[in-house]
């Protein structure tokens, strides 16, 4: 006879409804840094869910329906706080010809992983036309270099022009030529498949509260540290190291105005949708990008008044401390108390800990690689260590070093959960 999980045993006879709710206040606890009944475990199972249901990735990502049943299964299956799938969907992506993204089946084998394909699609010399009018830069530069279907816009004329009111109708035949028509049916096709998209995402929340699990807390608004802004979309990464050296001073001017018209969105987005968290994936700050002289410079004082400016509009920074951030752990510590979280990829977590654990909740723990290939016994083990030192006292989301689990084994999986629900009870 099979012994019952432990995490079976911890819940057992409790209704849906009970657990959803002890599921949520599990999480919110732990992003207030406060002491929960037990360590929540989070799975951003990502293409986790087509191997354990023994489909393509491709399928995963293009079968909405056969996704759902994935995300299902392995929800009821291993009983996490949190679950979510895949980020990103490529349906808009492809309606506009979306230059800097590859996805399974689309620039990718079927068995492939997303990937961003980065371009410099902003020049050094455009800094100055960005500076002077970044949504007119963005609509008539940008936009027709990033997306093929959207090519036409550059033959518009300012956009700012808009503002002469009826003596600008004049100008409408330009927006009627077929190229023109082209790109607005293409945006117009982006716009109705996110919709379709979104709505999904809504019935998926709704069916995963009825099987007991709570909306997952990075649901929100995305922003970017202001130069990782300037660099990932625009500049890439070879352009943004060298505008640190070679026009440092519009550089600087470029992320000030990047991180006002962020703030904006984030809060519009708040008050339209009623969700209150920021997720901030950081692409640039890590230790070996940049020396920390130009991270306090172009870096840190950016991000550190975006953060704080969030909290003070009362919205919840959640950033994805990328790669290595073991050299700049000292300046999370200025962030507000209990008012950020943070996930952590390849920091030394327990450093983490010590260093920034009385300031944000920490997100993160367990190594891919030990989920991927390693043993039972060494899962358990880990999983023990990081409930008994980065768990201690609270503040803790126990979750993969990165939001997938590709490639993870099934068992390891199953161990990991249990280790946390049984070493993770305070």
Known sequence: MTAMPFTEKLDAGKSTEQLCAERAKRIQDALELKQPDRIPVNMGAGYFLAEYGGVTHQEQQDNSEKAQELLEKVALDFQPDAIFGLFNNPRPSLALGDRMTKWPGYGLPATGSFQFVEHEFMK?????????DPSDWALRTYLPRAFAELEPLASLPPFSLWAFGHYFLGNLPMYATPPMQSALKALGKAMQVAAEDAAKTGESVGRLIALGFPPHYLAGSLVEAPFDFMSDTLRGMRGIMLDMIRR???????????LDFQLEYALNFAKATGLKNCFIPLHRGSDGFMSLAQFERFYWPQLKEMMV????????????????WNQRLHYLAELPKGKTAGMFQNSDIFKVKEVAGDTLCIIGGMKNSLLQSGTVEQVRDYTRKLCEVVGKGGGFIMSTEVGEMEGSKPENVRAWVDATREFGVY
């Open 124 to 132: 050094g010399e455009d800094y100055d036309a960005f500076l002077r």
């Open 248 to 258: 440092p001073e519009k550089l600087l001017a470029a992320e000030r105005i990047v």
């Open 309 to 324: 400016k969030l909290v003070d509009i009362g919205i919840y920074p959640i950033p994805f401390y990328e790669g290595v």
